[in-house]
């Protein structure tokens, strides 16, 4: 993606207040570490209230702060607006940055993110392709996965007993069953941009470079059939305000089924306000998901600090009972160095619905970044308007 | 003086022109093809954006003349209380709040529905979702409505009161009062009101993002999206000229009907 030299003044005000917001704390304390998070509040709450306290306990002149962005990309899009900002200043004001896995490309290619994890002893416990290649771009290095983050469909089994397993049969279901569908196109949240980016996956014959590249100016003359079929799939659907939006009718009963984020409908679970008789499943082809990414900005004040602070979220101890226990998400690093710190029943819970093999072999990762572009403007032109 | 100055500058001016330059600059230097994309792809949300501007108004303007004509004329004195204290409740309540309440309210499956099945007015297999352009209609005139009422009722009561109890003792009814005597000295109060409550209505992202499912929705909500998916301020700032040019011509409107009033003064 192109960087843009024109960038609204406001915005630029808004992160630079954000990081003065920052720099406040740190009149009070030792030394304080900065933790930007993009992502929901709880990503700010899991910082401050596991992270922080065991980070403060082996440091203990360390105050850690946790500071949310906001959510989906856009949370990502004002860290990278904050670092651009200060990128002609000495130190910048972030000494971890938790991005997505797009963004996390981008700051690499531009020279804002600082390159930590030949030296960082856990590392070597986070082998997948995230941990080298972010949409095309080579992050290796750069980056360690806090969590994985996956998108599925949900479906309510009283009202769907045999839910369609792929996204073939899902097609040939909703010209049965109008409307009983739901997702929340691409401009309410990722889910529905990931639902229709596996949509191109499985009817384009491209899925493997939609999502390595390399870039071709012919592919989206390519797209045509898959498309045109989308258009008509929407005829049946219901469109939803946003991710949540989606799994409020699921509750209210409006539709039967639709794309979630798995991380986002567990912790909706959890927390009593999603039906517990849900259930999820990974359609073949299979369907996107992306990590959240540590990072430490390029000039970080305290960057030590901060590759150690990394180092304790991607422990297996803390992956285990932070990532799995407290919020049943998927662990950023590899599943089998987190096995033996969870329970049995822990395990189970997590791949109760989804299996590993299942989540292996059908969780894709997102297009490179032309192609993400293209995707959503041919969706713009042809199946929206 | 120079620091109020400054601070206009700084905070409006500069913006504004950055912003505008961004509509207008490529990778090529000068050129409109972000303001040709913009309205390639996004014109039917400017339209929306304008109908559903305007739909609101026209309820806002009803029910503000009717809630402010009834404080200002109405003869039963504990209603008159009670109105005045209900009716500025949605002032305090944040758009992003009425937006939730919308979308609970206003769903297939939401409490409106469900109190007009329950109450037999409805029949479950008729209930529909207002979750479109009439929830966004309905939202914004509920959230704007206390704002004008409040800015009308204050022009009403400066209104001499000898004037409607003249034609009310000549035979006039309260309605004839309100639209031929009260209300006439209160109309530019009236369109300050509404052009402040356009202003506002264009410039919520919080509402659309939450009611409305895909296109076409309000401008702010694709100028989030080019931004968010695209880190596109070109043309985000394209779309927000059309916000600029709508705005231009109210603000020009509210400017000569302040002026208007100065010189009656």
Known sequence: MKAHTWKPSAMKALVLGLGFAAGIHQAGAATTLNVFTAGDDNMVAYVNDFLAPRFEAMHPDVTVRALGTGTGDAGSQAIYETLSAQRNQQNWGIDVAVVHQRMAGQMVEEGLLRRYTDDLDTAALATGENTRNALGVNVEGYVMPMFQSQIALAYNPALLAEPPQSYAELAKWVEEHPKAFGYNGITGGMAGVGFVFGWMYAFTDMADTLQNGPWDDEAPARWNDALEGLRAFNDNVTLTPGNAGTMDAMNRGEISMGPVWMDMYYTWKADGRLNPDFRLLLPEPGMPGQPMYYTIPERAEHAELAAAFISLATSPEVQAAGIVGEFNWFPGIDAEHVRGELSDAQWETLYADVDPETLATRGFSMPQTDYFRAILEAYEAQVSR | ?265
Not at chain 2, 17 to 38: E, I, M, N, P, Y
Not at chain 2, 58 to 86: C, D, K
Not at chain 2, 126 to 155: C, E, H, M, N, Y
Not at chain 2, 206 to 216: D, F, H, K, R, T
Request: glycine share 8%; net charge positive.
């Open chain 2, 1 to 265: 003086m120079f620091p109020a100055m400054t601070a206009v500058v700084l905070l409006y001016a500069l913006p504004l022109v950055r912003s505008l330059a961004s509509a207008f600059h490529g990778d090529d230097g000068l050129t409109v093809a972000h303001v040709v994309r913009a309205f390639t792809l996004y014109g039917r949300d400017v339209a929306f954006s304008i109908g559903v501007s305007l739909g609101a108004l026209v309820l806002i303007a009803i029910a503000s003349i009717a809630i402010a004509g009834y404080l200002t004329l109405g003869a039963t004195r504990w209603a008159v209380r009670v109105l005045r204290w209900l009716y500025r409740w949605p002032l305090f309540i944040p758009f992003v709040v009425a937006g939730q309440l919308s979308r609970s309210f206003l769903s297939t499956n939401g409490m409106m529905n469900t109190v007009l099945i329950e109450t037999g007015l409805l029949s479950a297999q008729s209930a529909q979702s207002f979750l479109d352009w009439r929830g966004l209609i309905l939202t914004f005139a509920w959230k704007q409505i206390p704002f004008v009422t409040l800015l009308l009722a204050g022009a009403m009561a400066a209104v001499e009161p000898s004037h409607s109890e003249a034609a009310r003792n000549l035979g006039a009814g309260r309605l004839r009062a309100l639209f031929h005597i009260v209300l006439p000295q209160a109309a530019p109060t009236l369109w300050v009101g509404l052009i402040l409550s356009l202003v506002a209505m264009l410039s919520v992202l919080s509402v659309p993002m939450m009611l409305i499912a895909g296109n076409p929705t309000m401008m702010t909500s694709m100028m989030a999206h080019r931004i968010t998916y695209y880190g596109d301020y070109g043309v985000a700032n394209a779309l927000g000229l059309f916000s600029y040019a709508l705005t231009a011509v109210t603000a020009w409107v509210y400017l000569r009907l302040t002026l208007a009033r100065e010189t009656q003064r």
